[in-house]
């Protein structure tokens, strides 16, 4: 449950910071373009999109306007939708766990529970429990050996169902986790190449290139 937790504080800080850097951006191109003039140039197509090189304005304004443009491309989803899916499989995992744990609590019970019977069982028919004799080896069908007899069914019966479940949580841990992990990675390794390839494409107009 803790690292479901830090996995969606982890995509909760990547989008805060994605959107802070966007944020900046926006502002200071923003605030750059205020200071310039901003008059619209007609073409043969019509009224050309303003463009700071176009009117000659300092590289600053032109490299800043390129970097907004990159920034607003980016999109981190792929990278969340990862995150969320690994976190969804941990919290099925913590389920498998929790029920897990409470089969066992459960098969520990009946275990503690049918020994403490068969001691009885074993004392009021004046056997002595240490010798190691079974209760299956006590002379009588009465209904008291019965009813151990049914217990001792339930008792492996839920053995068997413990077992299934810790099988099932170690199964999902050792496919599901790895995964889970690698689909994350391979967003990120797609989000950092897409943010790189938009920051080459950020001109840098003194060098006829880009930066």
Same mark, same amino acid.
């Given at each position: 449950m803790k690292l479901e937790m830090e996995c969606l504080k982890w995509d909760k800080c990547l989008g805060d910071w994605i959107n802070a850097q966007k944020s900046f951006v926006k502002f200071l191109? $923003?605030?750059?373009?205020?200071c310039i003039s901003q008059e619209n140039e007609e073409t043969?197509? $019509?009224?050309?999109?303003?463009?700071?090189?176009?009117?000659g304005a300092p590289e600053t304004f032109i490299v800043c306007k390129n970097w907004y443009q990159a920034v607003e491309k980016?999109?981190?989803?792929q990278v969340s939708a990862?995150?969320?899916?690994?976190?969804?499989?941990?919290?099925?995992?913590?389920?498998?766990?929790?029920?897990?744990q409470q089969q066992r609590v459960q098969a520990d019970y009946l275990s503690r529970d049918y020994e403490r019977r068969v001691r009885s069982f074993n004392?009021?028919? $004046?056997?002595?429990?240490?010798?190691?004799?079974?209760a299956s080896e006590v002379a009588g069908l009465d209904e008291l050996e019965k009813n151990l007899g049914f217990m001792k069914k339930r008792l492996e019966k839920q053995r068997i169902i413990h077992v299934q479940a810790?099988?099932?949580?170690?199964?999902?841990?050792?496919?599901?986790?790895?995964?889970?992990?690698m689909s994350i990675f391979e967003a990120l390794e797609?989000?950092?190449?897409?943010?790189?390839?938009?920051y080459q494409q950020i001109r840098n107009p003194n060098k006829g290139g880009k930066i």
């Open positions: 191109n $923003g605030w750059l373009i205020k043969c197509n $019509g009224i050309a999109h303003f463009s700071p090189g176009r009117i980016m999109s981190e989803s990862a995150i969320h899916d690994f976190a969804s499989i941990l919290h099925q995992l913590w389920e498998k766990q929790s029920e897990e004392e009021e028919r $004046g056997i002595n429990y240490s010798n190691g004799t079974a810790v099988t099932e949580v170690n199964d999902a841990a050792s496919s599901s986790l790895g995964s889970g992990m797609s989000f950092c190449l897409e943010r790189l390839k938009g």
